[in-house]
Structure formats: structure tokens, C-alpha cells
């Protein structure tokens, strides 16, 4: 996200709009993108990203080919450089990475002629995720600038939380992270947003709350001590939505783990907005697929 | 035959003085010092003139913190390639750490790393024993055979001792057979999983970071360790400022310390790494400016008694990946030189200063040869020039390896020649002093 000016961001956003009448159509194909590939590879467990990709792929007639890391050669020792340059023997139009390690896809784009772009690399950046939720945010309250939004969870290790920030930042709203202290990052306050622990405080006044995930594979028990701790003082339940403003919207990334970061009244309530941000994610992928094939080859999106 | 080196700048790191003197050489010792003008050689011997006017001419370089992955690693250096690396950067001695596989913990590696450093026949190559059997930190190596064999110090660098009782009887005992202590001082349990400084760039870059507190609570340990035995402790690659902070004190106290930095820690920040460079991922990490001023203080302020590379050769095995699956460690021999001139120009210290840190202290904390031109002394020399300009090139490593995060760095000074033992190992292209 980083990379991306503000008028790239409103241009990909409206190319979304655009991209949205089609999968309302009876018929959801346009040959757009005929004679184009797009290869995923997926070096880390993902269904709704990875589909969402390839349905968008699909849906503007690009060939897509999709590689996980069971059938990716990495079982078998080849390095990510390595496997780029066989990828690149093959000339693709577009490669779709996700990967565990921080960066991984500035590694991949060095060696390729393809346009790369970022499904999420480690705890970096996942900047489809931040366009999906920016555009969501449009729709739904029809102006991004001034806005403010609280983000609350695993900052520290989440990719999301990152893009969506610098994302956020860009287009002139006003960002408060939450959550235990544990889970802030160092030097938070350098990402320019503003630090409030509690969520029951954080959240008062905001026009956006987004509840991240809890990786319940990463917990330990080091940064807090049980799920049923977390949800007492940091999950967001009916209770605290009583502090909020009556036309907040509340976003999650997904996968959802039910009464933990989020109960499932809430989740499933009037100011939830999370299906939406899975249907807006194909139309933003469409958009991005159609610019950077578009828009000349060797383009990468971070 | 009998080596004369005319009218050099010649440096006394110990007064911290220069003075232009000739030096004659004769049998690897130098046996005369004196003003230019006064020397008439014999007719009826064999003479060689080394013209250094307009040159620096130094102590030989010593670099007590290297890697020379021999045995063990020898895709990313040997003893032999390390040692060409040392005296193409102007080193006469280095001091290689333990952590080779086989580790250096038992006479038999030792033995095996001289024998291949005395087969290399380039520079003086001194062994550092580990402090813990295969440094698993565990209980201490047999410090008297391996002293015996050669080795001049004992640390456990790269995976520092855990145990505080360990630390503590290895300083104890170390004492009896006069074997200086280093340490890397690093709480592996608060580094965690991290590899990069944890700061600004991390949250930015989401890598996992190591606090600056993770090296500063284990120089602190080592300092209260000194004070308890009574017995100088040596802190490796100082890279914080809160370190800084802490030796400073300490040595106020007259608490017996000493310490190292090594020139990345002076010469780049944390700020390197935004692009996912793996050749400035090291350990400790690139910290922050305000730590680089510190350790520049530090160096003027005499805090840190001593410049060391840490040169860490790794192939691109182990270096062209993913950031976090990267190996840590940078080479650091053939940089070195020119890294620290650039602090004398800067006027962070003075260049006796300079040369004190590159040879004359590291030489006195281990107690070897060097260190110092004097009459009847070996003749370890390096003749320096300080204008000569270069840009650093991958391809221009004398070291197996080319991790490193200088490269394409225009460069002002370097070493043009290096003599151990009144013969000379490496000499640059350049024509020694082209004016005369």
C-alpha cells in the first residue's frame, strides 16, 4: 500500500464500481482478459483470498492456474528465486502470491518480468484486503476522508491492520489501534494513528470499527493468558455496542472466530458490513487484475 | 636481505602520535626506527626499498571478532580465502570464533584450524575457544589444553551462555590460565524469534524485532559478573546506545570491561533494511541513528576500545531468501579500513585513535604480537593511503563471500600494502606511491 498514490487508490476503487454490475449479471463473464494467465501461489493455507482471486480471474476470462505449497516445489527444497524463474520461463501475465515470510513477494518480483502482487506476505502487508475494506468503506458511507475508524486486535502480527492503516492514513481518516498492550507494535504511534487500549473507550465515536482476527494458532498464552480472558476485556460484544455510534459499520477480514474477538449477534447484526466486504473483494481483484494487465506488464502491487 | 620503508607517516598508536620515520627491516623484525636521512645500508646486501612517502604507515590491522567457517562451512569461507580477504583489508592477525562445525571446544580443532591457517601462510591466525562444550552452554571446555593449543580467548559468540552460573565460573576460571572472556551479549529468550532491530522500520516493515534491551540486559549481566570475579570481561559487536551507557559507567566504577563495536554498527541504521535487504541482516541488528551517534561517542569518549569486523561470509544459499529464513552476519574484512577513516574524516576520532581500536588494543586485550611498530618487534605492518578512491564491487572480494550491505559504496582510504613478519602479503595494483 505503500507504493500507491492517493488517485491510484480512487482509480482502482472506481474501477471496482464498475467491475460490481458484473458479477450481479446473470451471466458473469466478460472476455476481458482473454489470452492472459494468472498464476496464484499460495505458500500458506487461504480459501477466501485465494478463491476470491480466482473467481476474479475467471471472470474476466484469464486463464488461472493456482499452486499450493503442497504441489509448489518448496516441499522440495526450491528456493521462492528459483521457483520465480521457472514460473518466468513460462510467461505469465500475472503472478498472485501469498506468503508466510515478510517480503516475500519483493524477493519474487525481483526475478520476474510478470506483475506481481501481494496476497499477503507474513506479517507485512496484505493491500487487496485494504483496498476491499477502503472500497467498503466508500460504498457504505460514501466518503473515506474524516472519517474514524478503530481497528482492534493483533496489530502487532497482523498484515491487515498495517495495510489497512497506511491505506486509511492515505485517504485522510483518522485511525485508533486497540487492544491488549501486548499485541500493539513497537513505536505505534510512527504509523500515525492514535493508541487506546480499551476497546470499551477506543471505539466511542468512531464511524468504523474493524475487529481483527485472533490467530488462535499463534497463541501461547505469552501475549494474554485465555480466549475467554481476551473476550471478557477485548472481544466486541452488544454490550459495548451500546457506546457506539448508531450508524457505525463493523468490519472483519474473516476468517471469524465466534465469541471470541466478536459475538455472534454482533457479527451476524445490522452494522455488520462482512459479507459485503467479500463480495467487494472480487470486484476490487477484477479491478486490479484488468489495471495491471492493462496497464503494462512488470507492474507489482504491494 | 634487509626491507627499508622510506619516509611513511609512521603511526604510535600507544603515545598517539605520527611521526615521519624509515623502518628498517631485517630477519621479520623491525630493527631500526629512525628520522629520514639517517640510514645508510650496507652495500653488500640484499635491498628492498618500500617508498612510502605521502603514505600512512600503520601497525598491522588486528581484528580480534571474525568467522572463518572453517571446518565445517568451507562454501562460505576457509581459513585460506578468509585469510586473503584479512590481508587484502589491511589485517595482519585475526581472532576466528568457535562456532565452526566441529565447534572449537577440544585441542583437536585447534590444532586442525592452525595447521590449516599455518598451510594458508598469509597472516597470524589465532584460535577462540568456545567457553561451553559444543556451545550448548552446558559445562566449560578444558580451557588449559586448548590455551596450550594456541587459543587466545574463549566466548561462546553467536550462541552466548545462558546461564548466569556458567558465565560466572567461566570468568573464574579463565582467570587462572589469564584467557580473556568475550561475550555476545544477547538475551536469546527476549530476541525471540526476531531479526531485525524492533523499532519504527519493523512495525513497518512487519518483521519480527529484537529489542535494544535484549543486548543491554546481558551487558549489564557481564558487568556485574566483572565486578563479582574480579576478572575483565570482553563485550563483543556493542551496537545500543543504552550499552554505551552502561560500559561507560561501568569503567568509571573501574569495573574491569572492555568492548568492541564493529563498523556497521558506526556506519548504517536500521533504515537499511526497508527494502528487505538480507546483506544488512546481522545480529545484533542495525539499530537507530541515535544509537549510531552513540557508538560513535563511545568511540571517541574511549568507551569502546576496539573496532571488529564480525565478518560473517554466507553464500547465497543462505542469503538469497526470504528476509526472515536469512542467515545472519555480513563480511566486514576488506571494508573495515575504509569505514573507519571515514569516522577520522568526520573527526569522530583522530587516526593514532583509529589505529589504536584496528590494532594496538585489540592486540593488548589478547596479549599477541602487534599492535605497535617499535624496535625488535615483529614487523607487522600496514602502509595506508588516504586519498586513494574506490567503489566497492561484488566481484572485488578477496572473500569467498560477497554479503555485503557496502557494496556500490564509493569508498576514500585504504590499505596499498601489509607485511606480517617483514614479508609482505598483499599489495595493491595501484603503483605505491606514484609521484616519486
Not at chain 2, 570481561?233 to 563495536?261: L, N, W, Y
Not at chain 2, 537499511?272 to 539499530?287: E, I, V, Y
Not at chain 2, 572485488?396 to 601489509?418: Q, R, V, Y
Amino acid at each position: 500500500m505503500d507504493q500507491l498514490s492517493v488517485n491510484d487508490i480512487n482509480t482502482i476503487l472506481d474501477t471496482a464500481d464498475a467491475f460490481m454490475e458484473i458479477s450481479s449479471r446473470d451471466i458473469k463473464k466478460v472476455p476481458t482478459l482473454r489470452g492472459k494467465s494468472v498464476v496464484s501461489i499460495f505458500y500458506e493455507p487461504s480459501a477466501r483470498t485465494k478463491a476470491s482471486f480466482e473467481m476474479a480471474a475467471k471472470r474476466l476470462s484469464a486463464d488461472t492456474l493456482s499452486l499450493s505449497a503442497t504441489d509448489s516445489s518448496m516441499v522440495k527444497g526450491e528456493t521462492l528465486i528459483d521457483t520465480a524463474r521457472n514460473l518466468q520461463a513460462m510467461n505469465p501475465d500475472i503472478i498472485v502470491l501469498r506468503h508466510s515470510s515478510s517480503g516475500a513477494p519483493h524477493l519474487l518480483a525481483r526475478y520476474m518480468d510478470a506483475g506481481v502482487i501481494n496476497a499477503g506476505d507474513g506479517m507485512h502487508e496484505h493491500p487487496t484486503q485494504a483496498l476491499l475494506d477502503l472500497f467498503t468503506i466508500r460504498k457504505k458511507k460514501g466518503r473515506i476522508k474524516g472519517l474514524k475508524v478503530v481497528i482492534i486486535g493483533d496489530i502487532a502480527h497482523s498484515r491487515v491492520a498495517r495495510s489497512d492503516i497506511i491505506g486509511l492514513r492515505k485517504m485522510g481518516a483518522d485511525v485508533t489501534i486497540s487492544g491488549p498492550p501486548t499485541m500493539i507494535p513497537v513505536d505505534a504511534e510512527s504509523l500515525g494513528v492514535r493508541v487506546v487500549f480499551d476497546p470499551a473507550k477506543a471505539l466511542r465515536r468512531k464511524d468504523v470499527i474493524m475487529v481483527l482476527r485472533i490467530q488462535l494458532e499463534r497463541q501461547s498464552g505469552i501475549q494474554f493468558p485465555s480466549l475467554r480472558e481476551y473476550s471478557l476485556f477485548f472481544g466486541l460484544n452488544k454490550e459495548l455496542m451500546k457506546r457506539a455510534k448508531k450508524d457505525v459499520i463493523i468490519m472483519h477480514p474473516g476468517p471469524i472466530n465466534r465469541g471470541v474477538e466478536i459475538t455472534g449477534d454482533v457479527a451476524d447484526g445490522p452494522f455488520s458490513v462482512i459479507l459485503d466486504q467479500v463480495s467487494n473483494g472480487v470486484a476490487i481483484r477484477m479491478a486490479l487484475l484488468y489495471l495491471l494487465i492493462g496497464g503494462g506488464r512488470g507492474d507489482n502491487l504491494d | 636481505m634487509i626491507t627499508w620503508i622510506k619516509g611513511g607517516e609512521v603511526i604510535d598508536p600507544r603515545s598517539g602520535t605520527k611521526r615521519t620515520l624509515d623502518i628498517v627491516i631485517q630477519k621479520g623484525k623491525i630493527e631500526r626506527l629512525l628520522p629520514p636521512g639517517n640510514f645508510s645500508p650496507p652495500g653488500d646486501i640484499d635491498l628492498k626499498i618500500i617508498d612510502a612517502s605521502g603514505m600512512i604507515v600503520a601497525p598491522g590491522l588486528i581484528d580480534m571478532h571474525v568467522h572463518f567457517r572453517e571446518p565445517g562451512e568451507e562454501h562460505k569461507e576457509t581459513i585460506a580465502t578468509g585469510s586473503q580477504a584479512a590481508a587484502a583489508g589491511g589485517f595482519t592477525s585475526v581472532a576466528c570464533m568457535p562456532n565452526t562445525n566441529p565447534v572449537n571446544d577440544s585441542r583437536s580443532v585447534a590444532d586442525f584450524i592452525l595447521e590449516r591457517a599455518r598451510k594458508a601462510n598469509l597472516i597470524r591466525v589465532y584460535p577462540v575457544a568456545a567457553i561451553s562444550r559444543g556451545l550448548r552452554g552446558e559445562s566449560l571446555t578444558e580451557f588449559g589444553d586448548l590455551k596450550q593449543a594456541g587459543a587466545v580467548a574463549v566466548s561462546d559468540d553467536g550462541r552466548p551462555v545462558t546461564s548466569t552460573e556458567l558465565m560466572r565460573r567461566a570468568i573464574e576460571y579463565a582467570r587462572f590460565f589469564d584467557l580473556p572472556v568475550i561475550s555476545h551479549c544477547e538475551d536469546l529468550d527476549l530476541s525471540n524469534k526476531g531479526v531485525m532491530h524492533e523499532g519504527t522500520i519493523s512495525t513497518r516493515l512487519g518483521l519480527q524485532g529484537i529489542p535494544a534491551a535484549s543486548e543491554e540486559i546481558m551487558v549489564v549481566r557481564e558487568i556485574l559478573l566483572a565486578k563479582l570475579t574480579g576478572y575483565p570481561v570482553h563485550i563483543a559487536h556493542v551496537s545500543t546506545e543504552g550499552s554505551v551507557a552502561f560500559i561507560k559507567q561501568a569503567k568509571e566504577e573501574g569495573i574491569p570491561v572492555t568492548a568492541e563495536t564493529a563498523p556497521h554498527y558506526f556506519s548504517l541504521d536500521h533504515t537499511a533494511l526497508t527494502d528487505f535487504d538480507t546483506n544488512a541482516k546481522m545480529r545484533p541488528p542495525l539499530r537507530e541513528p541515535r544509537d549510531v551517534e552513540a557508538i560513535k561517542r563511545g568511540l571517541s569518549q574511549g568507551v569502546i576500545d576496539v573496532i571488529a569486523t564480525d565478518h560473517a561470509p554466507h553464500s547465497p544459499l543462505e542469503k538469497d531468501v526470504e528476509f526472515d529464513k536469512a542467515a545472519f552476519g555480513i563480511i566486514g574484512l576488506e571494508t573495515a579500513l575504509s569505514l573507519t577513516l571515514a569516522l577520522v574524516r568526520e573527526g569522530v576520532i583522530d587516526l593514532p585513535a583509529a589505529m589504536a581500536k584496528l590494532s594496538y588494543n585489540p592486540a593488548s586485550i589478547l596479549s599477541i604480537k602487534g599492535g605497535i611498530i617499535e624496535e625488535g618487534k615483529e614487523a607487522d605492518i600496514t602502509i595506508i593511503d588516504l586519498n586513494s578512491e574506490y567503489v566497492v564491487e561484488e566481484e572485488g572480494f578477496e572473500s569467498k563471500s560477497h554479503n555485503s550491505p557496502f557494496i556500490g559504496w564509493k569508498m576514500t582510504g585504504k590499505a596499498i600494502l601489509t607485511m606480517v613478519g617483514g614479508r609482505i602479503v598483499w599489495e595493491s595494483d595501484e603503483q605505491l606511491n606514484p609521484r616519486s
